[in-house]
């Protein structure tokens, strides 16, 4: 265990200083020249050459290949860093002091996240079995895109490049699926860590440059991984209250406080005794479920959304894709800071017309920008409008507003957006979504009280920066800001009203307006107008965040404006601001449509990336509050901090059971297995060392023990979750008959009938363990009769086809 640890640590760390002088090429705009940056640039980089290469059949993928893909980097690096040496090495003996904080912060992350998960590693539950099955069958693919481990025959159909950097480095450094599962876990977090340091020190230091004062940025910087990372929603402190009974009548065991907040797990009484520390089962999980829809009834709806923010993505353990993005988010927003400083400012000619940007920095951004798409493809739209927008916003305040500023935006959106998807083109053409259009939100708006428990940490220092702004007498677009934000609700209104009508034509719509006890459409609408204002706070601090941050963006990026506290990177930090507005306020009004029929998702994906642009916009108010704001503007920010750093403070612990694990430390997530079932982990440790081959396995229900095989081999079985392949797929025409096809080949006494089946799926092993035996009534004969026993022990049989049978 220790070894892998140290060897991802130091490969990590090490990429990051090989990369450093192409980042410091690409970001000479930024006061840290990217040192922050590079090892999530060296580490995206060197995964897109060695997926593209492989899927071309260029490299391998084994070891040589990934090693060839990184001498590639290194190539680059040198490059970039060609007769400038002396003056790298000049400036980093200038800047050593960033350079060591920059290593404590990723040490220091690396360890906490290390001790974390070797506290509770085990890749049990939720989702977990999914991401380690995607792990195992990277390692285990030949080439590349890499095989479903769930459905045999096709390429994995997810957004899976965050699995593949995984692999690369689990691969490169012989470690196993399982501990490479949790090393992931451990480097996305401390690259994140690292990537929203280098963010806020680069904010903090050119606001020191604008109003002339000296912040001490290196300590200051800190609060922008303490924001991503470990701030929290509110729900926390709501637990500590609900354990310690208050709000509760001893007598009756009723409250109505509690019964107003109306959160599923907190409207029972405590358990006793009362204490400060949440007692219940899995109490942290409840945090993620903040956000309650009600509907026009007033019942709550059971497929109410999704709130995670990453304190608790980190606490439960997944290693989803909207985990795995997070570095290379940063790395996108580092790279739209640098533009937005001018870093992309150039004046230049191609095939007879005039570019108005740096090649150099429009391909990293290209990259940059599709490797966001191929790990988690829901944060596309809003980082390539936080990089255009910082692009526009640059040329206005160095050029003024113009027609001009309209054809410069057009010449970078339509190539970035063009070849940033281009270049990611062999996972597209194998992609399929269950996303199916755009739906309504007719009857489900957001409570107020919902939504400042779930971002009030974030809104109380970003609107102290506003206050703090206001005082200051800038000169805020107020017209432009009132006018865009009407606009922006308005288009909504009218867009959804128009998906309702259409909606209301339709069997579902007609149920649904039965269902809110409405006679019709109109009649439903107007019973949602007015419970749309009673929850009408959400609409109010929305509006006020979009109306004032649009205000000071416009007003402030007019050419010649003088005020210094209008300039520098606080424009920036209000388009982050803006973008997180518009992430929230739309899931109000709509969302879109899957295979749940709800906003769930909508709202998940939305508020995590609202969560990541606001955290580090809230970091760098807060040092500003704390810095310059007075003394009750400093007492509640700090009240509030602690109150977002309860959750983690307390679900650490109760998650990892006090760091103390029952089982030992340990970083491999499959090693449960061998604790709990130690003659079938035999077994799949034999298949994993096996030929490829198509495996059958038993079939049943999602987020169970079911498809344990292939997700531990990384063999292709001919069926894992069928709900998740649906999922993935947009519906269940690849699934098929398997699952039914599965049972007949298990159950029938016909060799013949058997065989066909075999074959129709290419099954090189058929698996018979505990789980075969409870699932069907299994017939072995006809396997005893006419195939090899490749492996039996333990009460489990695997029986090996010969290749003139499974390949007909």
């Given at each position: 265990?220790?070894w ?11 990429l ?22 590079s ?31 990184l ?9 970039a860093?060609?007769k ?42 939720t ?6 099955a995607?792990?195992n ?17 096709y ?24 501990v ?57 402190v ?20 509690w ?20 007692q219940?089962?899995?109490w ?15 019942n ?59 090649w150099?920095?429009?391909?990293v ?9 191929f ?12 990089l255009?927008g910082?692009?526009l ?9 113009d027609?001009d ?41 957001t ?44 288009f909504?209104?009218?867009f ?11 069997q ?14 109109i ?94 916009s ?56 061998q604790?709990?079932?130690p ?31 292939s ?33 007949t080949l ?19 092993y ?8 409870s ?34």
């Amino acid at each position: 265990m220790i070894w892998q640890l140290l060897s991802w640590y130091f490969l990590l760390m090490l990429l990051g200083w090989v990369t450093f002088p192409l980042a410091y090429h690409l970001f000479r705009k930024l006061p840290g020249r990217g040192f922050t940056l590079s090892r999530i640039l060296g580490l995206l980089l060197w995964g897109f050459f060695f997926w593209l290469l492989s899927w071309l059949g260029i490299l391998q993928n084994n070891k040589g290949g990934i090693l060839l893909a990184l001498f590639l980097v290194m190539l680059l690096s040198i490059w970039a860093g060609w007769k400038r040496w002396r003056e790298i090495w000049d400036w980093m003996k200038d800047h050593w002091r960033l350079a060591l904080a920059a290593e404590s912060v990723f040490l220091l992350s690396f360890t906490f996240m290390a001790l974390v998960r070797s506290s509770n590693p085990d890749a049990t539950g939720t989702e977990k079995p999914m991401e380690l099955a995607f792990i195992n069958s990277i390692l285990n693919s030949q080439t590349f895109p890499p095989h479903d481990p769930w459905l045999s025959g096709y390429s994995i159909s997810y957004y899976h490049f965050g699995y593949i950097l995984a692999g690369m480095l689990a691969k490169l450094t012989s470690t196993s699926g399982g501990v490479a599962f949790n090393l992931a876990l451990i480097s996305t977090f401390s690259l994140s860590a690292l990537g929203a340091y280098g963010v806020v020190y680069n904010l903090l230091v050119s606001f020191g440059k604008t109003i002339k004062e000296k912040i001490n940025s290196l300590f200051w910087a800190l609060l922008g991984p303490l924001f991503l990372l470990f701030i929290s929603n509110l729900e926390g402190v709501l637990e500590i209250l609900h354990q310690a009974g208050v709000g509760w009548n001893p007598d009756s065991g009723g409250s109505r406080f509690w019964q107003w907040i109306n959160i599923e797990s907190l409207n029972s009484p405590p358990s006793r005794p009362l204490t400060l520390i949440p007692q219940r089962f899995w109490w942290w999980w409840q945090a993620s479920r903040v956000v309650q829809d009600i509907d026009l009834l007033g019942n709550v709806s059971g497929l109410s959304p999704i709130d995670e923010f990453p304190a608790f993505s980190f606490v439960l353990g997944d290693l989803h894709p909207h985990v795995l993005v997070m570095p290379f988010v940063m790395l996108l927003i580092g790279i739209a800071l640098a533009v937005f400083r001018g870093g992309m400012d150039h004046e230049g000619r191609l095939l007879g017309s005039s570019w108005p940007y740096r090649w150099d920095m429009f391909l990293v951004s290209v990259v940059t920008l599709g490797g966001i798409a191929f790990l988690n493809t829901w944060d596309l739209p809003v980082y390539f409008t936080l990089l255009v927008g910082a692009f526009l916003f640059q040329r206005v305040m160095t050029r003024g507003w113009d027609k001009d500023r309209f054809w410069d935006v057009l010449k970078l959106a339509i190539p970035l957006g063009i070849i940033s998807l281009l270049i990611y083109f062999p996972f597209f053409i194998s992609f399929q979504s269950q996303a199916g259009g755009i739906l309504p939100n007719l009857i489900y708006p957001t409570r107020g009280l919902y939504l400042w428990l779930m971002f009030g940490t974030l809104f109380v220092p970003i609107i102290l920066f506003f206050i703090w702004l206001l005082r200051r007498r800038g000169k805020g677009a107020w017209g432009w800001g009132a006018g865009l934000t009407g606009l922006l609700i308005l288009f909504l209104v009218v867009f959804s009203l128009g998906l309702g009508f259409r909606l209301a034509q339709t069997q579902a719509g007609q149920q649904l307006i039965t269902s809110q006890g409405a006679s019709s459409f109109i009649g439903l609408l107007s019973s949602a107008a007015v419970h749309r204002l009673g929850y009408g706070i959400t609409l109010v601090t929305l509006a006020l965040l979009l109306v004032t941050g649009l205000a000071f963006l416009i007003g402030m990026t007019r050419k010649g404006q003088e005020n210094p506290h209008f300039s520098g990177p606080i424009p920036f930090v209000l388009l982050m601001v803006v973008l997180g507005g518009v992430m929230v306020l739309a899931p109000e009004f709509v969302y879109l449509r899957d295979n749940f029929g709800a906003r769930m998702n909508t709202i998940f994906k939305f508020y995590y990336q609202a969560w990541m642009l606001w955290s580090l916009s809230a970091s760098f108010a807060a040092v500003v509050i704390l810095k310059k704001g007075g003394w009750l503007s400093r007492v509640i920010i700090i009240v509030f901090m602690i109150s977002g750093l309860v959750y983690p403070v307390l679900a650490y612990p109760s998650k990892t059971n006090n760091f103390d694990p029952v089982d030992g430390y340990s970083l491999d997530a499959s090693g449960y297995f061998q604790r709990y079932s130690p003659n079938e982990a035999a077994a799949i440790e034999w298949l994993s060392d096996a030929p490829l081959g198509v495996v059958a396995e038993a079939v049943g229900g999602q987020y169970s023990g079911f498809a344990r095989v292939s997700t531990l081999t990384g063999q292709p079985g001919v069926l894992g979750w069928p709900g998740h392949e649906g999922q993935w797929r947009g519906g269940y025409e690849e699934v098929g008959s398997r699952e039914g096809d599965l049972r007949t080949l298990y159950e029938s006494m016909n060799w013949e009938t058997a065989l066909s089946i075999i074959r129709q799926y290419d099954i090189r092993y058929i698996y018979i363990g505990s789980l075969e035996l409870s699932t069907y009534s299994v017939n072995p004969i006809k396997f005893d009769n006419n195939l090899g026993m490749g492996y039996a022990q333990g009460g489990v049989m695997i029986y090996e086809v010969p290749e003139p049978l499974w390949v007909e």
